[in-house]
């Protein structure tokens, strides 16, 4: 009972957070679809893709950050935990300086890679080079998550996450409506509302924690930046695997006509749905397994695992029946071309499989980085990896479609069965 009120009390505020994430991008959808021409939706999708996987990419902050604190947490050192605050926010501001100044040029390849036509990519350029001036608060953001997960308090990053939302849905409708500024107010309501996110954290470590600051020289120290780094690599690897996974997915799809992308895309919302809830589990991981290993208490983070695997096995099997039984109503709500719902109906079965295949992997990542075993997660992706393209070219000649399915399926499994066998090797789980 002890463990299910400590995860629910991470997870249910973090699944909220997950939830409201998506709503920035789909406002600003919902926005410039009522300017009156479709090349403005065009553009936001492109610029949205472009800023999901650049953001994406760099998550490995908000991670190490929260793994590194929760166990500074468990051991009660709170001379630690605001030095990895600060640590981490030096860090989040030079790399959202890097954005910006690497900005001019990466606008023009990504946008140019997308072979978009001409009239989109004008528009997503001039919407990329204003959200670039958001990377700075995204970065900064992604170290107080990272932090206030660490500390327990998925809360904090829920707010910041509705705080964004909010003033997004007000300053986006004002500057495109009001003022007329089309796809620059999105652009500008954007960054407004990711800097208000990160005003709402900051207030809140401030009010909440009154963190000591340390010296540039502490904070910027060689040896503890070196460590730092090294755990965030082996995150930004294993993300930049994930990424190599969904753009792949979304390839082959593409390469087998219209219909069988859009249903590929609609069943991948399902996907997307359960990993809202299962990365607050994850987060939930994180927390708490970093902060029963930094107070070495073997006992409490033995039983934790045990309590996640439990409740992730739970609605694993939920998300499935619901799926099974729902998912055509799903997706005729998500879509009115007959033959793409009839299409992706076709490969419904591979998409209630998701739940059962995929909850140990988000369970065991969430472990892993709470214990800092990052090196292990990435393993456990890396042998997935091969394992998803090695299934899906042995079988894409006879399968088509439903090979891609298999080998996504199979990626999954692998890589929670993996991380379970390497996590049966590590001190938490030994009696």
Known sequence: MKHRREILAIAIPAIVSNITTPLLSLADVAITGHIGAAVYIGAIALGGTVFNTLYWLFNFLRMGTSGLTAQAYGAGDNNLQNLILCRSLAVGAILGLFLLIVAGPLGHIIIAFMDSEEAA???????????????PAVMLTYGLSGWFLGMQNSRAQMWMAITSNIVNLCVSPLLVFGLGWKIEGVATGTVTAQYAGLAVGAIIVVRKYHPAIFRLGTILELNALLSFFRINIDI????ACLVT???WFTHAGALQGTDILAANALLLQLFMLFSYFMDGFAFAGEALAGKYYGSRDRTSLHSLVRRLMTIGLYFALAFAIIYGLMGEQIMRMLAEDHNVVDTARRYMPWAVAIPICGFLAFIWDGIFVGLIRTRSMLIAMACAIIAYFAVYFALRNTLGNDALWTAFNI???LRGLISAIIGKGLWITKH
Do not use: D, K, P, S
């Not at 990519?121 to 080079?129: C, D, E, I, K, Q």
């Not at 930004?236 to 993300?239: G, P, Q, V």
């Open 236 to 239: 930004f690897l294993r993300t």
């Open 121 to 135: 990519g004008t528009l997503a350029l001039r919407y990329f080079n204003i959200c670039i001036w958001g990377a």
């Open 245 to 247: 996974v969904t753009l």
């Open 411 to 413: 990626y999954l499994l």
